[in-house]
């Protein structure tokens, strides 16, 4: 892997979404949004999926210009309508509104349809966190997913994201309903290297860890096994009941032309009902609780979700951002050219 300063990175980025035709309010977010995943580890959501982010605007899947808008709501849950836009604006958009929802009546909550993929889903999730609030947040996609038994995708892999605001660094779980991401698969098996525990399924219905046999059937390992299953499932329900928009099933199975998402955003402001001392508290106590628990191994700790995250970012900010050099180069030709 190459390193680049951030915000070599970041500019990069920036000219090539204006090539694209985003406006530059726009452009500078969108560009920001892909430098930061990167910058923080998410390597296979980050600059390594922008070649595909290009593909889906030139293939019309993806309208530069569409922007979100609130078409129902009450009180302090709205249902807005991302019109094909760009995901991760789409999605900071309205994790934004749900945070304005939730400073104002203690709760908020977003349900958006007709979107895109948000790329990181953990974005949203520090998103809020930064500013103090808890959120949750889920988005469907398409079937890619075996249900539990089955053998073909029915399911979505459907990211969840839980944060948490914390004073000494937030927590913020991101993930899958995979055991592996099936960009940490195509990761995996770039470098030659087996996952470090049983991922899926080969073509002869065995559990596996060669992330290529898994590719190849493309019978990923549910979370929990038919726990894990569930969950996809009730992700999906509640996400296209509650924005109106499409179910997994409906989605396009062709990743390139993946369109018309359904995601929600839920922000909780916790100093509607407790003191800010009291949470720091609270939280403090049970991840000291975790970091007291004897490892396995001696070398590696428990840790948090985000913690590495947290320590990731301090290192690339320090020594540059890890990039894939054949993807920088062309970054770079297009962005100059």
């Not at 839980?162 to 592996?180: E, H, K, T, Y």
């Not at 296209?240 to 995601?263: C, F, N, V, W, Y």
């Not at 009291?278 to 913690?307: C, F, M, V």
Request: with cysteine; hydrophobic share 40%.
């Amino acid at each position: 892997m190459l390193r680049v300063p951030f915000d070599q990175l970041h500019a990069a980025l920036l000219r090539a979404m204006q090539q694209l035709g985003l406006t530059q309010d726009r452009a500078i977010l969108c560009a920001r949004l892909f430098a930061e995943t990167t910058r923080d580890g998410v390597y296979t959501h980050g600059l390594n999926r922008f070649p595909r982010f290009v593909e889906t605007i030139r293939n019309g899947s993806i309208d530069i210009h569409a922007e979100p808008n609130k078409i129902a709501g009450i009180g302090a849950i709205e249902r807005w309508d991302g019109h094909r836009g760009v995901g991760n604006l789409n999605a900071h958009a309205s994790m934004q509104r749900a945070i304005a929802l939730a400073q104002q009546h203690g709760i908020g909550a977003v349900a958006l349809g007709n979107t895109n993929h948000w790329m990181r889903g953990g974005t949203y999730g520090w998103q809020a966190a930064e500013q103090g609030l808890f959120a949750l947040c889920w988005t469907n996609t398409l079937a890619n997913l075996p249900a539990w038994g089955a053998t073909t995708p029915a399911l979505g892999n459907n990211p969840l994201v839980i944060a948490v605001p914390r004073p000494g660094g937030n927590v913020v779980l991101d993930m899958a309903m995979s055991q592996f991401s099936y960009g940490t698969l195509a990761a995996y098996s770039k470098r030659g290297q087996p996952l470090p525990v049983d991922g899926g399924f080969d073509t002869a219905g065995n559990l596996t860890r060669d992330p290529a046999a898994i590719e190849s059937s493309q019978r990923a390992l549910p979370v929990g096994y038919w726990k894990g299953s569930g969950l996809s499932l009730v992700l999906d329900m509640l996400a296209a009941m509650l924005s109106g928009g499409l179910a997994t099933h409906q989605i396009p199975r062709d990743p390139l032309r993946e369109s018309g998402l359904s995601q929600v955003f839920l922000a909780i402001d916790p100093t509607a009902i407790a003191n800010p001392d009291e949470l720091t508290r609270i939280a403090e106590g049970i991840l000291d609780s975790l970091h007291q628990a004897t490892p396995a191994d001696p070398n590696k700790p428990s840790r948090y979700p985000g913690e590495q995250t947290l320590q990731l970012r301090e290192e690339n900010m320090r020594l540059g951002v890890p990039v894939d050099p054949e993807i920088w180069q062309q970054l770079t030709l297009s962005a100059t050219s």
